[in-house]
């Protein structure tokens, strides 16, 4: 493994940390203000919906993440299919939310409100990791340019 990868590694392991506390929070609230009726067992179920919500986001930073290591490797013997990669992985996340959300929604019956809140949750906390990066990348080239 070279430094890139341990890099991409490291990153990668942050934004699903991230990812997950953010499911965490998101479903503790729908816990939360679920359960202040008088069925309990509706913020539990809430809740759990706000989790298959999250944890898609999960799998779809995964997925990208896989992509993003296999365009790498090739990217300095064949760029062309390493960009390749790159697309054909956007199609495949593109394909896995409309699969994962069906699932959740259409055959599991979960509450639509609280998987797309955790779903959109977990996503937003995944681009504001990635946009941070390179927000921080950026200004370190400035500084070594400067």
């Known amino acids: 493994m070279n430094a890139i990868d341990k890099r991409l590694a490291g990153k990668a ?22 359960s202040e ?4 067992e509706e ?9 298959y919500g999250g944890l898609s986001s999960v799998v779809l930073a ?6 993003f290591k296999r ?9 062309k299919q390493g960009m390749m990669i790159l697309y054909i992985g956007a ?13 959740g929604l259409g055959l ?3 509450d639509a409100t609280a998987v797309l809140a955790g779903f959109v949750l977990a996503q937003t906390s995944y681009l504001m990791s990635v946009r941070d990066r390179k ?9 070594l340019r400067g």
Do not use: C
């Open 62 to 67: 995964l997925v990208s993440i896989r992509g």
């Open 135 to 143: 927000a921080a990348g950026s200004s370190d080239e400035k500084t």
């Open 91 to 103: 199609v495949v996340r593109f394909a896995a939310v409309i699969v994962l959300l069906g699932i």
């Open 37 to 40: 009726g008088s069925v309990a």
């Open 43 to 51: 913020g539990s179920w809430k809740a759990l919906s706000a989790v």
């Open 108 to 110: 599991l019956k979960l």
């Open 71 to 79: 365009a790498n490797a090739l990217a300095l013997s064949d760029p």
């Open 13 to 34: 392991r942050r934004v699903v940390i991230v990812q997950l506390l953010a499911t965490l929070v998101v479903a503790a609230a729908f816990f939360g203000f679920g």
